[in-house]
């Protein structure tokens, strides 16, 4: 038996109402009499000392244990006073100094006796941990530690004298802003924490509490969780999922992976109890299973539960719908549709106070038919349903309509204040009325594919496929919407995105080329909307492996987007990156890389919150390892890994990409494969075949790297049977690019080690001829290809050899002067080509180069 499965139950029995305790605890006498034993003395320590339960369930319960009072006795140089306050692990004590130094207050943390087991004792010490970490001035700060006489630990804190944060704003009667102020600065300690991997994972009000002069104090760190601590993981693994229930994440309720989201959702509660005077879904007295039940039940808005005038001093006018959105936004179920940061929150509560457009939108109805998709699997109208919810939130809604009325609304009244706020009211007004307009064209749109979808069924043709829903709906755009070429473009873009993500490639690049017709069409040819279906077309390219055709397309898009009165600082960085991998594709690594550094600056830079900052690492660090720089690399795509988990989880599909990368890093010359290599290419196929059940290029680069890692640990078979996998799988997809072509040099390395010279040299040549056949030509790849191919030629055609090595070396001495292995290859095969020539002092002096290049450690990233 666990005392960290009965501290689980514990937390949960705590606030159950009398008649639930007992049906669970009847349970529990049936399944596990010892747990049960346990659980009722605590229950009863607990009732005897604070009351908790009513006497008719206390008298039920054993007689209590009573819990010694420790005021008085000495902990390290602290005397104890008054008991502050216990919870499920430990109690916590007004404290003094005595040991003579000077006079100081504290509050000092003990672990309760008799429940000192390994685990809890791990979780103890790890809250110490967490808390030297931390020094801000919104946290309660960590002063001393160690261990008493009886051989457990304790904790001494900063004395926080105040009240929880709800409490105090009822008592003051606090107004809306101070209120969302206080709310702010709550937010901004939580992202400290953050940004030191730390998620707190109990934010409550009594864990927020504020000082007579108004500042919030953060307080227990006792279940907060290291996001970079495999202790951590250990913890978890052994059963300890401990929460307040009232008011833990939907990921906590669920047991599933925490991140810096499951606080971004436990600040939404304090907005929401803040606002309201109350929790959602009736969270304060329910049980875990009854909470988790009412997820799935559309949430009251803060706006409608504040008009219960008996909950709050706040009055419920104030609300607006902009409150409400923000709110709503932190409470998403799902964490990726949460504020990405607690400053994000706290920017967004910053706009708000402020009179600016808030970040934040309502759901869209995209989103709505999705959930309803979700709930209503399988026939016809699954697949209709898929489709639009893929395709009319993506242009514009009713919702979001609804919310530019607000704005406009906003700027109308303003209006009456001055002739500036008059003119931008205008603009909002008519560009509210426009997207209302467009709104309902698009709410139109889809009732009229529901009616398809009836006449379907009446004619009995059979399930509709994905395929021809989306075929359907393609050609229906076409014919319906051909008076408004706008609403054209943004949905053929929008399905351009959506089928390149699905692998199919052909069909994006016509519907990106549509798109654009239609763009330039309704807007012009300098329009955002224009640069953003031609920055979708460059990248496209770069996929297929054509990216110095995309170039032209892209570099369009980034004279359109500088030259608008205030650019997008996102648009920017996006287009940035994308040309800078088409520069790195083309060999000209240090423009790329500049690239790549302006794009990561306009993003916050490593320690932003913007998530586009980690797409900014991950490219940083590819082209690091191109120009032999890892450990500035690994540095980047460990940042990059780092902060992915953080903000989605352990199974975010970024991941693959960045445990490729970081694989590639960590492989080295090549020779050895470790177990960590390992470990991180079994992750990142693991994720990848979650992932995509269909061909996608991801997947045939985690096949390939996988049968690499085959072969190099004495598996040449299956190695290069995996390796062939991911060629056909690159090919059937049309992806030519540095990625096949590195692929198609391995399985050629593979087959010589084996003897099997003829099918090498058939497997270099094809690597070759793609190398002939796209723009990365001048990569590095290509020039590594040129220098093997030089060294097989040798022997059969020296004078052919020796003009592919000279090739390979002007490449790399132009392009890549700090790669030194591929440069100690290339002159190896020149050498061998001189030696079969007869020019044995040319060849020498060569092999001399080469080997001085090998004794400097250069490294082969290629392998």
């Not at 640069?531 to 390219?541: D, S």
Request: hydrophobic share 45%; glycine share 6%; with cysteine.
């Amino acid at each position: 038996m666990s005392s960290i499965r009965a501290l689980d139950l514990f937390d949960e029995l705590l606030i159950c109402s009398p008649e639930q305790c007992q049906q669970r605890l009847a349970s529990l006498r049936r399944d596990d009499p010892e747990l049960a034993q346990m659980l009722e003395r605590m229950l009863a320590a607990d009732a005897a000392e604070e009351g908790l339960l009513d006497r008719e369930l206390a008298e039920a319960l054993p007689a209590p244990v009573p819990a010694t009072d420790r005021s008085g006795e000495q902990i390290g140089p602290f005397r104890l006073g008054a008991r502050l306050g216990r919870g499920g692990m430990g109690e916590v004590y007004s404290a003094q100094r005595v040991d003579g130094d000077y006079t100081q207050m504290v509050a000092v943390k003990l672990l309760r006796r008799g429940l000192d087991s390994e685990d809890v004792l791990s979780r103890f010490l790890q809250e110490r941990r967490i808390l030297a970490r931390l020094e801000h001035p919104a946290i309660a700060r960590l002063i001393d530690g160690g261990m008493g006489a009886d051989g457990l630990p304790w904790i001494a804190m900063e004395l926080v004298d105040g009240q929880p944060i709800t409490r105090y704003a009822e008592a003051a009667a606090l107004a809306l802003a101070p209120r969302l102020q206080l709310l702010i600065a709550v937010c901004e300690a939580v992202d400290y924490a953050h940004r030191r991997l730390i998620v707190h994972r109990d934010l409550k009000p009594s864990n927020v509490l504020v000082t007579a002069d108004g500042s919030p104090r953060l307080l227990d760190f006792g279940i907060a969780k290291l996001l970079d601590d495999s202790e951590d993981q250990a913890l978890t693994s052994t059963g300890l999922r401990v929460m307040s229930p009232a008011y833990a994440a939907p990921e906590q309720l669920r047991g599933e992976p925490i991140t810096v989201a499951t606080d971004v959702y436990a600040l939404g509660l304090l907005a929401y109890e803040l606002l309201t005077g109350t929790l959602p879904q009736q969270r304060g007295r329910s049980s875990v299973a009854a909470i988790e039940a009412e997820l799935d039940k559309e949430m009251q808005r803060p706006s409608q539960a504040a008009r219960r005038p008996q909950e709050s001093t706040l009055s419920a006018r104030l609300i607006d719908a902009d409150l409400d959105t923000i709110v709503v936004k932190a409470l998403a179920l799902e964490a990726d549709r949460r504020y990405p940061s607690a400053t994000a929150l706290a920017d967004d509560l910053k706009r708000y106070l402020d009179g600016r457009p808030i970040s934040a939108r309502p759901d869209t109805l995209s989103y709505r038919v999705s959930k309803f998709v979700s709930r209503h699997r399988g026939g016809v109208l699954a697949s209709v349903l898929t489709v639009l919810a893929l395709v009319v939130g993506l242009g514009a809604s009713v919702w979001q309509a609804r919310i530019a009325q607000v704005q406009a609304q906003r700027a109308d009244s303003e209006a009456q204040r001055a002739n500036e706020a008059a003119t931008r009211a205008e603009a909002e007004a008519r560009t509210a009325q426009e997207m209302s307009a467009r709104s309902k064209r698009v709410k139109d749109f889809l009732i009229s594919v529901f009616m398809q979808e009836d006449q379907l069924r009446r004619d009995a043709r059979g399930p509709l496929t994905m395929a021809q829903a989306f075929d359907d709906t393609l050609k229906r755009i076409d014919s319906e919407l051909a008076d408004d070429p706008g609403l054209q473009s943004d949905l053929l873009d929008d399905f351009g995105e959506i089928v390149t993500a699905r692998g199919d490639l052909e069909q994006a690049q016509a519907l990106f080329e549509r798109a654009l017709a239609k763009a330039e069409q309704a807007h012009g040819e300098h329009d955002p909307a224009v640069a953003e279906t031609l920055t979708n077309l460059g990248v496209l390219a770069a996929y297929r492996g054509r990216a110095a055709d995309g170039q032209p397309n892209l570099l369009r898009a980034l004279a359109i987007t500088e030259a608008q009165p205030a650019p997008d600082p996102v648009a920017l960085a996006q287009l940035l990156m994308a040309i800078g991998s088409v520069e790195r594709n083309s060999g000209d690594l240090n423009a790329g890389l500049q690239r790549m550094q302006r794009a990561l600056e306009l993003f916050g830079g490593p320690e932003g919150d913007h998530p586009g900052r980690l797409a900014a690492m991950h490219n940083m660090a590819s082209v690091l390892v191109d120009l032999d720089r890892p450990q500035e690399a690994e540095r980047y795509i460990r940042l990059a890994i780092a902060g992915t988990i953080a903000a989605q989880g352990p199974d975010a599909t970024p991941l693959i990409p960045a445990y490729g990368i970081l694989g590639q890093i960590l492989e080295g010359d090549g020779e050895q494969i470790s177990d960590e290599v390992l470990n991180i290419g079994q992750r990142r196929l693991d994720l990848v075949q979650r992932a995509f059940a269909d061909d996608h290029p991801w997947k045939a680069s985690a096949l390939a790297d996988s049968g690499w890692h085959l072969i190099q640990r004495g598996n040449p078979a299956e190695g290069e049977a995996r390796l062939r996998q991911g060629i056909a799988m690159f090919e059937r997809l049309g992806y030519r690019s540095m990625s096949l072509i590195a692929v198609w040099r391995r399985l050629a390395l593979s087959q010589q080690r084996r003897g099997e010279l003829a099918q090498a040299q058939a497997s270099l040549d094809a690597g070759y001829a793609l190398c002939a056949d796209t723009e990365s030509a001048g990569s590095l790849m290509c020039a590594t290809i040129r220098a093997n191919r030089a060294e097989w030629l040798a022997v059969s055609a020296p004078d052919q050899a020796l003009d592919e090595a000279q090739a390979a070396l002007s490449s790399l001495s132009e392009r890549f002067p700090a790669s030194t292995d591929p440069r100690a290859q290339a002159l190896e095969a020149r050498a061998a080509a001189l030696s079969a020539l007869g020019r044995d002092t040319e060849a020498a002096a060569d092999r001399a180069e080469a080997s001085a290049l090998r004794d400097r450690g250069g490294k082969q990233s290629l392998e």
